[in-house]
Nanobody, 126 residues
Framework: QVQLVESGGGLVQAGGSLRLSCTASIRTFSTYPMGWFRQAPGKEREFVAAVIWSGSSTAYAESVKGRFTISRDNAKNTMYLQMNNLKPEDTAVYYC???????????????????WGQGTQVTVSS
């Protein structure tokens, strides 16, 4: 069964850092575009960052650009989101996602993704 499992969430003070991980049980993980989304209480889920299959190209939401870094280690079937200089408005449940568009590009829309993780809570206190 194909699965994505996030980890690394938690409670951190404003200005602090966290690194989220997303490990996939997908045999062909290295060929799939991946992304991170988040959903704050009372809000719709929004795009955070995306990475192509090779890891050589990335995209970010304007709200996190310069603070967050998405990366992937295909040998470990794992994607990461390094989050620095966290702000209270970054508080949300963070989800990782994979798209079955093998060797596809950067994907920013929810509907472009086929598999989702269960989410991990990130809480930033002021």
């Amino acid at each position: 069964q194909v699965q994505l499992v996030e980890s690394g969430g938690g409670l951190v003070q404003a200005g602090g850092s966290l690194r989220l991980s997303c490990t996939a049980s997908i045999r062909t993980f290295s060929t799939y575009p991946m992304g991170w989304f988040r959903q704050a209480p009372g809000k719709e889920r929004e795009f955070v960052a995306a990475v192509i299959w090779s890891g050589s190209s990335t995209a970010y939401a304007e709200s996190v650009k310069g603070r967050f870094t998405i990366s992937r280690d295909n040998a470990k079937n794992t994607m990461y989101l390094q989050m620095n200089n966290l702000k209270p408005e970054d508080t949300a449940v963070y989800y990782c996602a994979a798209a079955f568009a093998r060797f596809g590009g950067l994907l920013r829309l929810e509907r472009e993704y086929d598999i989702w993780g269960q989410g991990t809570q990130v809480t930033v206190s002021s």
